[in-house]
């Protein structure tokens, strides 16, 4: 079942989040973050609210790193589970909610932030997002944006 | 009518389910695509044989309860039949193959038994069947010609006696069955069930409402009567042979199996009928199974759903 089939991606991505928050493969500090590329303009222009928010270096990095592995998660996918708008939704809480509570002090306004960048990232409005299939050039914005929130957030770390 | 009023008409003879072969046969010619053998499901042969399907759980999900619920009130149990697997394999499309759609309400009987032809009591599952493809389904709203919030099967009597409105039709085509299946035999059933598709028959075979030690629902006198084939098991873990699991329209009228494995199958639905493998030959010879149906349009989504719980 696609559902159990997402969960069981979902906590790849909160595994990954644990291990490198608590010490493994070198994230979690700020010694060492993602080798995300630099975005476009574009996408540095959406992202850049998620940046001026993070004043916490260690949560930073650790933000980084999470975000840095969804956007893998959602390119090797393919498309194969994360069919769909309301799917991605899914995902997308259970993950974070899974995957970094309690592991990141809440910044006021952080979650809008990134949700929206996310969003406008993927060509959707904010409070309009149509449900609908993810096709490859809305996955493709949507892979960008997620590596944009990474580089957000490493930018805060250093 | 109580449910034992049901049992009651049913096996004194009453003919909810009219075997009309002309009208199965013209539906056939029409569409020579739909058996089994000759659709695209041809590439499903095989896939679910020694598995199980409960689609049942899936209308549950979104309409808990259903199936022990709006027990026929007429001799319209072909609508009832139709618009149950309708509705479960809607909630299948939305629940296991993500489409885009949300259940929203569950369907409603009235244009299909509406549309049988006649002023009289009981309907073809083939007239039926081309009813909800060639035009579709109503839901349980108001709607302008009618308030359908709740089941009146005076609406669908009267249809019955002056032919469906085209206002009431116009409506029924934003919702109708993309595609049907007809199965020619036992394990075609198993293939197209494992892949989502609920089906509804007609046929001439009653059933005990006291299942036996292993579960089963023992086959009792004759009801022509119209029912959805909603799942099945052939793995043998719980039946000593393959089951068919057939959703009855009325209401509570059967007990539930004792030894039903509510920790693997969840709540027993009420009136679910355990039909031995070896009982279920007559449900194939007018059995139609669907699929793509075209249901309501997801709303838009407010946002990604990251928690400010968690970030802030």
Request: include cysteine; hydrophobic fraction near 35%.
């Amino acid at each position: 079942m696609s559902r159990s089939t997402l969960n069981i991606l979902a906590i790849g991505l909160i595994a990954a989040a644990v291990y490198l928050h608590y010490g493994g493969g070198g994230g979690g500090g700020t010694d060492t973050l993602p080798a995300v590329p630099e975005p476009s303009p574009a996408v540095k222009s959406l992202v850049a609210p998620i940046t001026a928010k993070l004043t916490d270096k260690e949560d930073a990095a650790t933000l980084a790193w999470f975000y840095f592995d969804f956007a893998d998660i959602v390119e090797r996918d393919a498309g194969k589970q994360i069919t769909t708008t309301p799917v991605l939704r899914d995902f997308n809480r259970n993950s974070v909610t899974l995957g970094l509570s309690g592991a990141i002090a809440p910044v006021s306004g952080l979650a809008d932030a990134i949700d929206d960048a996310i969003v406008r990232g993927m060509g959707y409005t904010p409070g309009d997002i149509p449900a609908s299939p993810i096709d490859t050039a809305t996955r493709a914005k949507l892979v960008e944006s997620l590596r944009g929130v990474s580089w957000a957030c490493c930018e805060a770390a250093r | 009518m109580t449910p034992q009023n049901l049992i009651t008409l049913y096996e004194s003879g009453f003919k909810g389910w009219i075997d009309d072969p002309a009208a199965r046969e013209s539906f056939l010619a029409d569409y020579p695509t739909v058996e089994f053998a000759n659709s695209g499901a041809i590439a499903l042969r095989g896939s679910g044989l020694g598995k199980r399907a409960l689609l049942w759980r899936y209308r549950d999900l979104f309409d808990p309860g259903a199936f022990g619920q709006e027990a026929q009130t007429t001799g319209d149990c072909t609508s009832h039949g139709t618009r149950n697997a309708f509705d479960t394999s809607r909630s299948v499309e939305i629940a296991v193959k993500n489409e885009p759609e949300e259940y929203l309400v569950r369907g409603a009987t009235e244009a299909v038994y509406g549309a049988r032809g006649h002023g009289g009591q009981g309907m073809s599952v083939a007239v039926a069947a081309r009813f909800i493809t060639e035009n579709g389904m109503l839901f349980r709203r108001k709607y302008e010609f009618a308030d359908l919030s709740k089941y009146n099967a005076s609406v669908g009597i009267g249809w019955g006696r002056s032919g469906v409105p085209a206002a009431v039709k116009d409506e029924c085509r934003k919702h109708p069955a993309g595609a049907f299946t007809k199965p020619s035999s036992l394990d075609d059933v198993c293939d197209l069930l494992f892949n989502g598709y609920a089906g509804a028959t007609g046929q001439n075979v009653g059933f005990s409402g006291t299942p036996d030690k292993d579960g089963c629902s023992p086959r009792r006198g004759t009801w022509s009567h119209c029912m959805a084939t909603v799942g099945y098991d052939d793995t043998k873990e719980i039946y000593p042979e393959r089951v068919y699991f057939i959703a009855n329209s009325w209401a509570k009228w059967n007990s539930e199996p004792k030894n039903w494995p509510k920790d693997l199958f969840g709540p027993w639905p009420h009136g679910l009928i355990v039909c031995r493998a070896s009982d279920y030959g007559p449900f194939i010879r007018e059995a139609f199974y669907y699929s793509n149906i075209k249901g309501f349009p997801a709303q838009s989504l407010p946002d990604l759903g990251t928690p400010s719980e968690v970030l802030g």
